[in-house]
């Protein structure tokens, strides 16, 4: 692209304030020509110095941006999903992309291209990770994510910790062996933690989750007799990370860093990039896609079937 990509940014929230605003800033390719939020003076705080709406509609009714990103709860994606694919706009949605499947469904069949937002595929680390597994071999899989929801203060958003982290985990557990998920199942579920277990093709993830804890993220790959092949781990009490983590929540406002600043910068940065580069058509890696999402959600709804079923494995209908 010979000009940068010109988003506008709906919803200004926690994520937008914190992790968005300060990645367009340093992100190549893009930049933040708009934001929308119904609070005015949320949409003041986080879109300084750029055109303010109250809405994705009015936004895209002043023809001024390329693409859209919806940093916005799940229940209002498709909404404006359909809006922007009336008017040609590409969108990259958060996750979750809707609150169950058939939303989800609804967004993969959109004439107008969408992408979701799974950046933990963009961390470093993670990558690193799956460039070091051995194809084709039965792996098993720990991945865990863990915040403090009330440090984090959410706007509007007050998602269980399986529609909140889920897709993360999940998606990274497909992604990184490169296989579709077929079953899984419930070891806890509750409001603020999750336990799955997860088979993806002929590998399996162990599946923690938790919004009432230290930040920590943590994915170890283990192959035969259990020998560790790939680890990667930031945060937690005594983690390195996890004083970056509590001094970016701290700040009372957002303002330009650069990749490897914070890995929440870092990782979104990186995923507008490639955001901008599907868009454009060009290489990947791209963001994940709207099918990926359907998948995300299959398995959670898969998730909440065993759970009520007190733990049985419960199928993967992917396709």
Not at 301 to 312: D, N
Request: hydrophobic share 45%; charged share 25%.
């Amino acid at each position: 692209m010979s000009e940068p990509l010109r988003v506008g940014l709906v919803g200004c929230g926690r994520l937008a304030e914190l992790g968005y605003v300060p990645a367009l800033a340093v992100a190549h390719g893009v930049r933040l020509v708009a934001v929308a939020d119904p609070d005015s003076a949320r949409a003041a705080a986080v879109g300084q110095g750029v055109a303010r709406y109250a809405d994705a509609a009015g936004m895209l009714d002043a023809g001024e941006v390329d693409a859209l990103v919806l940093a916005t709860p799940a229940h209002v994606h498709l909404e404006d999903a359909r809006r922007a694919a009336a008017s040609g706009v590409p969108v990259l949605v958060e996750k979750p992309p809707a609150p169950d499947v058939v939303g989800a469904a609804e967004l993969a069949e959109l004439p107008s291209p969408v992408w979701v937002a799974l950046n933990r595929r963009f961390d470093p680390g993670i990558t690193r990770v799956r460039a070091s597994l051995p194809p084709g071999r039965a792996l098993q899989l720990d991945i865990r994510l863990a915040y403090l929801r009330e440090r984090w203060r959410p706007v509007a958003v007050g998602d269980d910790v399986l529609l909140d982290l889920g897709p993360h985990a999940i998606d990274l557990a497909s992604w990184l062996v490169g296989a579709e998920p077929s079953s899984v199942r419930a070891r806890h579920l509750s409001e603020r933690r999750a336990s799955l277990e997860l088979r993806v093709g002929t590998s399996t993830a162990r599946i923690e989750l938790a919004n009432r804890r230290p930040h920590h993220e943590r994915v170890a790959v283990r192959g035969a007799r259990r020998r560790l092949i790939a680890r990667h781990r930031v945060g937690g009490v005594h983690g390195t990370v996890s004083a970056a983590w509590h001094a970016l929540l701290d700040r009372a406002s957002p303002g330009p860093s650069a990749p490897g600043h914070h890995p929440l910068v870092d990782s979104l940065a990186r995923q507008l990039e490639a955001f901008a580069r599907a868009v454009a058509g060009g290489p990947g890696p791209w963001p994940g896609t709207a099918a990926d999402g359907v998948v995300v959600m299959k398995v959670i709804e898969a998730t909440r079937r065993s759970a009520a079923a007190a733990g049985v494995w419960s199928r993967v209908e992917v396709r």
